[in-house]
């Protein structure tokens, strides 16, 4: 195939994707066009370089020790502080989780170690947890869904190996209680990771601004924290780093293997060969940006963010579940029969031309609406507020989307060890994921969401991977 009817092959796969310009999750927005190509050119200059091998590749390491060192230098790292470029805020995680299992282990644990991890936490780490054979100590959160600071010292042991706390949670943007969470970990030796994966590039800025303490690794007991340069850095996916307090922290995720017949090998993240295109690309966007193009940038997130959640308690049938800590907002509604329901207001968004993510009612909220504001929303917050009033009004009248409790309860039966492939494949077209054409979402996902929601959670992680299985179908 000739090279211009690939590129243009490629560009008309494109035109189904998501307009992530009017979208509040997903991407991340500046608003600053010379920033994508920059970024772009950047990630062509590492064309033929692999993250396999450092010292074959000296440049790879001089970019990847810029990015630590920029962390360290917004995040109050100590003299001794390190860290690890990875692929994104899940491989961050999942190494904070390996490295305090090793840690565990290493220092004579006994049993299984467990991690205490807020409903609130990010999935990422269960992930972490399942694939690393660590077991998981719920922490309930209060009434503002922040981590019960109470309930995690009380759940801390001789088997906690990790203490998780969020800085702001993903599902409501709010800033769990760090000082108090690892001041009482490091009391007990126990390692404390700070999640920052969506707030660390955002976060530092605003909270100066306002006269507000840092969150970061200046806290004492904090031993780790995960931050994502392709969110509120800029940078295009996927690129995220890992800060630990110490060398030695650190080498517990590394993993070495001398003794195969081939080369020795050392990995310091979880992947061997890697891309060293988006560490550049980041390299690029930080040195575009600078501290003071970060400080405005995060600065117009967190004005949006301010002005889209005042705007939202005046629209009618609307409330914000939570006020926003960060540049994170949570849109509920009041729950009124005749009122709006948010489910429906998405979906009218979606006519509109944009995208909202619903999240669903767990861990004792509501169903709502997540905005991330980035920079660029920031500066059409305008006319996010527009939509959100038009597509309110439109839902308003329309009733809710709850499902028939008699639906609700029979699912409740299913016996998710015995389900077969037909029985899935028919649970799929019951659920709206599936018809003549093959499993797709249609473009009204209220009722969707609404079933999801009332499905045990096991039942409907099966139906999503299932969902999975069918969209990754080879083209033969």
Same mark, same amino acid.
């Given at each position: 195939?000739?090279?211009?009817?690939?590129?243009?092959?490629?560009?008309?796969?494109?035109?189904?994707?998501?307009?992530?310009?009017?979208? =509040?999750?997903?991407?991340?927005? *500046?608003?600053? $066009?010379?920033?994508?190509?920059?970024?772009? @050119?950047?990630?062509?200059?590492?064309?033929?370089?692999?993250?396999?091998?450092? =010292?074959?590749?000296?440049?790879?390491?001089?970019?990847?020790?810029?990015?630590?060192?920029?962390?360290? #230098?917004?995040?109050?790292?100590?003299?001794?502080?390190?860290?690890?470029?990875?692929?994104?805020?899940?491989? *961050?995680?999942?190494?904070?989780?390996?490295?305090?299992?090793?840690?565990?282990?290493?220092?004579?644990?006994?049993?299984?170690? =467990?991690?205490?991890?807020?409903? =609130? @936490?990010?999935?990422?780490?269960?992930?972490?947890?399942?694939?690393?054979?660590?077991?998981?100590? #719920?922490?309930?959160?209060?009434?503002?869904?922040?981590?019960?600071?109470?309930?995690?010292?009380? @759940?801390?042991?001789?088997? !906690?190996?990790?203490?998780?706390?969020?800085? /702001?949670?993903?599902?409501?943007?709010?800033?769990?209680?760090?000082?108090?969470?690892?001041?009482?970990?490091?009391?007990?030796?126990?390692?404390?990771?700070?999640?920052?994966?969506?707030?660390?590039?955002?976060?530092?800025?605003?909270?100066?601004?306002?006269?507000?303490?840092?969150?970061?690794? *200046?806290?004492?007991?904090?031993?780790?924290?995960?931050?994502?340069?392709?969110?509120?850095?800029?940078?295009?996916?996927?690129?995220?780093?890992?800060?630990?307090?110490?060398?030695?922290?650190?080498?517990?995720?590394?993993?070495?293997?001398?003794?195969?017949?081939?080369?020795?090998?050392?990995?310091? !993240?979880?992947?061997?060969?890697? *891309?060293?295109?988006?560490?550049?690309?980041?390299?690029?966007?930080?040195?575009?940006?600078?501290?003071?193009?970060?400080?405005?940038?995060?600065?117009? $997130?967190?004005?949006?963010?301010?002005?889209?959640?005042?705007?939202?308690?005046?629209?009618?049938?609307?409330?914000?579940?939570?006020?926003?800590?960060?540049?994170?907002?949570?849109?509920?509604?009041?729950?009124? /029969?005749?009122?709006? #329901?948010?489910?429906?207001?998405?979906?009218?968004?979606?006519?509109?031309?944009?995208?909202?993510?619903?999240?669903?009612?767990?861990?004792?909220?509501?169903?709502?609406?997540?905005?991330?504001?980035?920079?660029?929303?920031?500066?059409?917050?305008?006319?996010?507020?527009?939509?959100?009033?038009?597509?309110?009004?439109?839902?308003?009248?329309?009733?809710?989307?709850?499902?028939?409790?008699?639906?609700?309860?029979?699912?409740?039966?299913? #016996?998710?060890?015995?389900?077969?492939? @037909? !029985?899935?494949?028919?649970?799929?077209?019951?659920?709206?994921?599936?018809?003549?054409?093959?499993?797709?979402?249609?473009?009204?996902?209220?009722?969707?969401?609404?079933?999801?929601?009332?499905?045990?959670?096991?039942?409907?992680?099966?139906?999503?991977?299932?969902?999975?299985?069918?969209?990754?179908?080879?083209?033969?």
């Amino acid at each position: 195939m000739p090279a211009d009817e690939i590129l243009s092959a490629l560009i008309a796969m494109r035109e189904v994707d998501l307009d992530y310009t009017k979208a =509040t999750s997903y991407h991340f927005e *500046s608003g600053k $066009s010379q920033l994508r190509e920059v970024a772009n @050119a950047a990630a062509a200059t590492a064309w033929g370089r692999s993250g396999l091998d450092p =010292t074959a590749f000296p440049s790879i390491a001089a970019v990847e020790n810029d990015l630590v060192g920029a962390a360290l #230098d917004l995040h109050g790292g100590g003299p001794d502080a390190v860290g690890t470029v990875t692929s994104g805020g899940t491989e *961050s995680c999942m190494l904070a989780v390996l490295g305090a299992r090793e840690r565990y282990r290493r220092r004579g644990g006994q049993g299984r170690p =467990t991690m205490l991890l807020p409903i =609130t @936490a990010h999935s990422a780490f269960r992930k972490g947890a399942w694939l690393f054979d660590v077991d998981i100590i #719920d922490i309930p959160v209060d009434a503002d869904f922040k981590a019960d600071a109470e309930a995690m010292i009380a @759940a801390m042991d001789d088997r !906690t190996a990790l203490a998780v706390v969020s800085a /702001p949670s993903y599902a409501h943007g709010v800033i769990d209680p760090v000082e108090q969470v690892a001041a009482a970990a490091a009391e007990r030796d126990i390692l404390c990771h700070l999640d920052l994966c969506i707030g660390g590039w955002v976060l530092p800025f605003i909270l100066e601004d306002e006269g507000r303490p840092p969150v970061d690794m *200046s806290i004492p007991g904090v031993t780790s924290a995960s931050m994502d340069l392709h969110k509120y850095g800029y940078a295009p996916k996927g690129v995220s780093i890992l800060l630990h307090a110490t060398p030695e922290l650190r080498a517990y995720h590394y993993f070495a293997d001398a003794g195969w017949p081939g080369y020795p090998l050392i990995n310091n !993240t979880l992947l061997s060969s890697r *891309s060293a295109g988006p560490g550049a690309a980041a390299w690029a966007v930080l040195h575009l940006l600078g501290r003071e193009g970060l400080r405005e940038l995060a600065l117009k $997130s967190r004005a949006g963010a301010l002005h889209i959640a005042e705007a939202v308690e005046q629209i009618p049938g609307l409330r914000l579940v939570v006020q926003p800590e960060s540049s994170l907002v949570c849109i509920g509604d009041t729950g009124s /029969p005749d009122g709006p #329901d948010v489910r429906i207001v998405a979906d009218e968004a979606h006519v509109l031309g944009w995208s909202l993510q619903v999240q669903p009612a767990r861990g004792g909220g509501p169903t709502n609406i997540h905005v991330t504001v980035s920079a660029g929303i920031g500066d059409r917050a305008d006319e996010f507020i527009d939509v959100v009033q038009r597509a309110t009004e439109a839902a308003t009248g329309k009733g809710r989307a709850d499902i028939d409790p008699n639906l609700a309860a029979a699912a409740a039966t299913i #016996d998710v060890a015995a389900l077969d492939q @037909a !029985t899935i494949d028919g649970l799929l077209q019951l659920a709206g994921f599936k018809g003549e054409g093959g499993v797709g979402l249609p473009d009204e996902m209220a009722g969707i969401n609404a079933l999801l929601e009332a499905s045990p959670v096991p039942l409907v992680e099966v139906l999503l991977k299932a969902v999975f299985g069918e969209v990754f179908t080879p083209n033969r």
